[in-house]
C-alpha cells in the first residue's frame, strides 16, 4: 500500500491548492506529518504484542504461561528481522502486477528529503516500521491457537518462514500492487492480508499438531479446560483494542492535509464502535443460547468486531460499523463450538475471531464501498486462503516428520513452562495447585 502515498498526497496537495480559501499545506510539514502518523500508529501497532500476550497468557492454564510469554516477545523479534532481511522488499519492490517482489534486505534512503525535497511522502524507515509491526500481528495469532502442546523451537521455525515468505507473498498481491490490487481487491486494513491469513496458518496448524491431551472424548464430548487468569486476558483485549486505532487509523497512509485528519478520526470512531457491536452481540448472544454469559466469548465478540471492520474502517457509516462488528461478535459464538465439534482444539479461539471474522469483515466491503464487488472480494479470500492454507499445511508436515512438533505426553502433563524453560510463571503458588492449574 505504501507505493500509492506519493500520488495520493499529490492529489489532496492540487485539491488544497485549488481551493481559495484554503493555504496550501508545505511540502515537508505533509513528509513530517506523514512519517509522524506513520510511526505513532506503529508504535501503538507494536503495543498490541503485549495484548496479544496477555490475552493468550490468561487463556492457558498455569502450567503453560511462561512458555507462551516467550513465544510472543521472541515471534515479535523473529517478525521484525525477517522482514528486514527479506520480507519488505519480496512484498513491495518490484511487484508490478505479479504475485511477488524481490527477496533482497531493506534499505531506506532518505537523502532526497535531507537535501530538501520532500516528495516522497514520509520518512523510510517509518514506513518500514509501520508495515514490520503488522507481520508480527499475524504470527501472533497462530501462537494462541497452538498453545499448550506445541513445542517452542518448532514453532519459532515456523515464524521464520511464515514472516519471511508466506505473508509477504501474499501481501505483495493487494498492498504491494499485485495481481489482487489490480483487479479491484479491497482491504484497507487487513481483514484477509493479516488476520486471516493468521487465521489459515494456524487452523493447518491445528490440524497437523492436534487437540490437547484429555480435551475431547471417544464420545466426542467436550471437555473444558479454563484459563489461568482471566482479569490478565480481560486487560489483554483493551490493550488490543487501543491497539487497534493504529492498526486502522494507520492504515489511512497519510496525516498532511485536514482530508486526512477527518478521514483518521472517522476510521477511529467506526472502530471502536464495531468492537462495541461485537462484544455486546456476544454478550446477549451467549445469554440467550447458554442462560449465562461467557467472559471470554464476550472478549472474543469485541476483537471478532475490530477484526470485521478492518477490511473497511473508513467508509461506513458509525450504524452500519455496528452492525458489521456485531455479525462479527455473533459469528464467533457460533464458531468456537462448532470447531470443537470438528475437533479442532483452539485453546484462545482465534480462529474464530481472525479467519471467520476476517472473512466476514473482507466480504462485507461492498455493502458500504461501491468501488469493490462481492465477487473480487471473494476471489481474493479464496486465493489468500488457499495459498495460506495449503503453504502453511506443508510447512507444518515437513517440520513434523522432520524435527517433530508435539510435546511429549509427560510434558503436556506437567506444562511446557517446566519442560521448554524449566521454570514457572507463578512459583508461589506450589507443587500443589499444579494438578488444578
Known sequence: MRKFIPALIGLLGAGLSAAPAAAAVPAESTFVFNSFSFLVHGFLVMWMAAGFTMLEAGLVRSRNV?????????LYSIACLTFFLVGYNLMYMGVDGGFLGTPVPWAGDDSAALNGDFSAGYAAASDWFFQAVFVATAASIVSGTLAERMRLWPFLLFVVILTAVLYPIQGAWNWGGGWLLEMGFSDFAGSTTVHSVGGWAALAGAIVVGARRGKYDSQGRVHPMPGSNLPLATLGTWVLWLGWFGFNGGSQLALGSAADAVAIANIFVNTNIAAVGGLLAAVILTQVMFKKVDLTMALNGA??????????????????????????????????????????????????VHLVAGIWGTLAVPFTNDAASFGVQAVGVVAVGAFTFVASLLVWLAIKYTIGIRASEEAEANGLDKSELGLE??????????TAA
Open 66 to 74: 511462561s512458555t507462551i510469554c516467550l513465544k510472543n516477545v521472541t
Open 425 to 434: 510463571a507463578y512459583p508461589e503458588f506450589g507443587r500443589g495447585s499444579a
Open 303 to 352: 476483537l471478532a468486531g475490530l477484526v470485521s471492520i478492518t477490511a473497511s474502517p473508513l467508509s461506513p457509516t458509525m450504524g452500519s460499523a455496528v452492525v458489521i462488528g456485531a455479525v462479527g461478535g455473533v459469528l464467533v459464538v457460533f464458531a468456537v463450538p462448532l470447531f470443537d465439534k470438528i475437533k479442532v482444539d483452539d485453546v484462545v479461539g482465534a480462529i474464530s
